[in-house]
């Protein structure tokens, strides 16, 4: 998942973000762009817990054992 996409921030420096020019690059890149979460990271960090267990489970996986740096908010995620 990520909230940046570095084709985006070129086209915004090279063509004004606020520009029509801008509106009609991006109508064709929208469909591409690695933007695929807006919100916070601790936000984005449980929605990749969530859909990595949920496809584990679709898979039959099963954990026994989760290894963190103790910060991350999908330790809490029910």
Not at 8 to 29: F, R
Not at 44 to 61: D, H, L, T, V
Request: hydrophobic share 30%; proline share 1%.
């Amino acid at each position: 998942m990520s909230k940046y996409c570095p084709t985006c921030i070129s086209a915004k420096n090279e063509l004004g973000e606020t520009t029509a020019e801008y509106d009609v690059w991006y109508s064709g890149h929208k469909n591409s762009c690695q933007i695929n979460h807006v919100g916070t990271s601790g936000a984005m960090e449980m929605k990749a817990a969530a859909k990595i267990w949920s496809r584990s489970e679709a898979c039959g996986f099963h954990y026994t054992t989760l290894l963190s740096d103790g910060d991350a908010k999908t330790q809490i995620f029910k």
